[in-house]
């Protein structure tokens, strides 16, 4: 098989760089009960942003939601994203609306991917994966397996028939205990841990209950030991808009419109203010920018949540309003 | 033969022969490539997408589409096998590889993470000032002896190894063997040529005394080394991980700035009227150093190697083979930018290639902007006017763009 090297991502002359920011979705499948899979490519068939195991995305839902979803795919083939998703009753409709509205070749907005769960080297890795926790875990064993690590993950969920990848990770054999609630009662946490021990690292993720069990029987362990990811719930702030937006360059004393197709940074390179960049897709920092008012839609890679709170800077080459001003120091 | 599309999806062409393959006899290595590789560098563009060099057996790619995606590409282009010449699948390396540089994903995972934070410009904000105000004291001192000097010595040199080795945190003593260091290890990514026989003899002393340098007990406590040492400590990298991170720093950060720096000095030197434009808007200190990054490509070269047949045109890079990409020749690539030769602050020179793209991007892009910034602003607020004084003498390196001396005449406010 022979592969085509194929073309430039957003960095050649006259390039839209926004174009890894909006997604079209090119698969919806079911894995399991209530859960399913989204595939997520570039309209114009371009690479994605790289990614590492753990990393999340921000997707933009054409309702104007914002949820957060691990990606749970294949990092060597860099023109898809998959997630999953599970139906959550209590959620505020986020999931809901995928399960129920989204269709394929529709356009989600995505912001990402970031990563606060990253896999660090180990020689030895313990996952506890609960219910749809499983899907940061899925690339992590993978990667683990390929470093030929010695690995072995614990899987619970309610009923075995809303457990998703069960057969993607057949091929693992027992390196995979699956546990069933209603046909094998509880995790058995203290078991599948063991005693503390240097040299392991214990990823988890799941539901509150599950995490807090995790850090129970780790809490005599080496410092670092244990890595978890909470799962967040649908994001607070206002809706994304599609409809222009102001910014207001405060130095230049200039207020320039950035429309839905053009990004702040070319909208203000039009006004005669040049900004370095360099990546054009988030990734770099080259193009860091000072907020002095306003609300940004951030998409890129770099700000961790706290970074994003603090809602002092922004990437213009990715990154848009929910406001409808922007004041920049530009 | 099947190919996939950029979609993935598998369609079947007929492949044919590869006759039409360009080649180059040439040796991009030689003293007079070295001196001026812009005739050569046009060549090979002109010539095809890929052209084969078939003195060393590797394809090399000139034009900025080609190198641009195979940088991104890491997929199809592995590092792990050794960015120069040299093939790690068969050639045992003279040091042990970087985990940056010479690594791919996942293993490349953590200590690239890591050093993006330690690097990052969220981190760098605290050098700012202090930054600034050392530049303002070089220049002072600088100017203070007279209106001519080398530029390379007297500013690009002395400038970062100013700043940068105390921002690592290493010991003052021993730091002459930084430039000699990274002299050869850009060197080495080439061929066993007569510039990797000079720095021979002293590989050893060197690469005892620069890993010597990353040890924690050497390193102040407040560096990029004590927090590379810390991300060890929380398990971010392993302890034996640790001083290799630290020798990323050693090896990659201090000539690529001095021969950055010199660029952009002997680009305002012999461009007078863009001296005028920085001095008329400061601001445009940042977009003139990346111009110069552009327009001189201090990094000339870099390389990788093909983890699976590639298509690249109408021609085939077989698996395992090394792929020479031309950073320098992609930046003056006119299919990409308009009066390519012309160093222009009006340009926008971002998406240049000098920095590499993807994953391996220079993780210490940052830093270089902020050395520039300071050095260019210290100078702009009391340098009139700033000529070539002499012929400037270039430093050949088998990866760097580099000058030996750019004589200067300045006029002072």
């Given amino acids: 098989v022979v592969h085509t090297l194929t073309g430039v991502v957003g960095t050649e002359r006259g390039a839209v760089s926004a174009d890894v920011a909006m997604l079209r979705v090119t698969g919806k499948t079911p894995v399991a009960d209530d859960v399913l899979t989204l595939e997520l490519a570039s309209p114009s068939g371009l690479r994605l942003r790289d990614w590492a195991p753990g990393a999340h995305i921000d997707l933009v839902l054409p309702n104007g939601m914002t949820r957060q979803y691990s990606l749970c795919g294949d990092r060597w083939d860099p023109f898809t994203y998959r997630v999953g998703v599970l139906r959550e009753e209590a959620g505020r409709g986020g999931s809901a609306f995928v399960h129920e509205e989204l269709r394929v070749g529709d356009l989600v907005g995505v912001g990402g991917p970031r990563n606060n769960f990253a896999l660090v080297p180990s020689e030895q890795y313990l996952f506890v994966a609960g219910g749809i926790g499983i899907t940061p875990l899925l690339p992590m064993v993978r990667t683990a397996d390929l470093l030929g690590a010695d690995w072995r993950l614990l899987y619970g969920g309610r009923r075995r028939a809303h457990m998703a990848f069960r057969d993607e990770l057949a091929e693992f054999g027992d390196r995979v205990q699956v546990v069933p609630q209603d046909e094998c009662g509880l995790l058995d946490l203290p078991a599948f841990l063991g005693t503390p021990r240097p040299g392991v690292k214990v990823y988890a993720c799941g539901p509150a209950p599950l995490l807090a069990a995790v850090e129970a029987v780790c809490s005599d362990w080496p410092p670092h030991a244990l890595r978890t990811e909470r799962f967040v719930a649908d994001e607070l702030g206002g809706p994304v808009r599609t409809a222009p937006f102001e910014v207001e360059l405060a130095r230049t004393g200039r207020t320039v419109v950035v429309p839905p197709q053009k990004t702040v940074l070319e909208a203000v390179g039009d006004a005669g203010v040049e900004v370095l960049s360099s990546c054009r897709q988030g990734i770099c920092g080259t193009c860091e920018t000072t907020v002095l008012g306003g609300e940004p839609d951030h998409r890129d890679t770099l700000l961790d949540d706290a970074e994003r709170q603090a809602n002092d800077c922004m990437f213009i080459c990715v990154s848009r309003a929910r406001t409808d001003r922007l004041v920049l120091d530009l | ?413």
């Fill in chain 2, 1 to 413: 033969v099947t190919t996939l599309d950029r979609e993935g999806a598998a369609v079947t062409a007929t492949l044919g022969t590869d006759t039409s393959l360009p080649t180059n006899d040439a040796d991009p290595f030689g003293h007079d490539v070295l001196e001026d590789p812009l005739p050569f560098h046009a060549a090979l563009r002109d010539a095809g997408p890929v052209v084969h060099m078939t003195r060393h057996d590797v394809y090399a790619f000139a034009r900025y589409e080609q190198v641009h995606a195979s940088l991104v590409n890491w997929q199809y282009f592995q590092s792990a096998a050794g960015v120069g010449l040299s093939n790690f699948r068969y050639e045992k390396p003279w040091r042990p590889p970087s985990l940056l540089l010479e690594a791919d994903p996942p293993g490349h995972d953590a200590p690239r993470r890591v050093l993006s934070r330690v690097l990052g410009p969220r981190a760098l904000r605290r050098l700012r000032e202090g930054w600034f105000a050392d530049a303002e004291a070089l220049v002072d001192q600088v100017l203070a002896a007279g209106p001519e000097f080398d530029a390379v010595g007297a500013l690009a040199e002395a400038f970062p190894l100013r700043v940068f080795p105390d921002a690592v945190g290493i010991p003052q003593e021993g730091r002459e063997n930084l430039l000699p260091y990274g002299d050869h290890l850009f060197n080495a990514f080439g061929p066993s040529n007569d510039l990797v026989a000079k720095g021979a003899p002293r590989v050893p002393e060197l690469l005892a005394w620069v890993i010597g340098q990353c040890q924690r007990d050497v390193l102040t406590g407040d560096g990029f080394g004590a927090q590379i040492w810390a991300a060890s400590d929380r398990g971010d990298i392993t302890p034996e991980q640790a001083p290799l991170v630290v020798r990323s720093l050693l090896s990659a950060g201090v000539d690529t700035t001095v021969h950055a720096l010199s660029a952009v000095l002997y680009a305002f030197a012999s461009h007078p009227d863009q001296w005028q434009r920085l001095r008329a808007q400061p601001s445009l200190a940042r977009v003139a150093f990346d111009e110069a990054v552009r327009w001189e490509s201090p990094v000339q070269t870099f390389f990788r190697t093909a983890t699976t047949d590639v298509r690249v045109g109408d021609h085939v890079v077989p698996d395992g083979k090394k792929i020479l990409m031309f950073l320098g020749a992609a930046n003056r690539d006119p299919r990409r930018w308009d009066d390519p030769d012309r160093f222009d602050l009006s340009r926008d020179p971002s998406g240049h290639v000098g920095f590499g793209m993807g994953l391996h991007q220079c993780v210490g892009q940052h830093v270089a902007r902020l050395e520039a910034e300071a050095l260019l602003g210290a100078l702009v607020r009391r340098v009139r006017t700033i000529e070539l004084a002499g012929p400037a003498k270039r430093h050949h390196n088998n990866t760097l763009r580099a000058w030996d001396s750019i004589p200067v005449r300045i006029e002072r406010d």
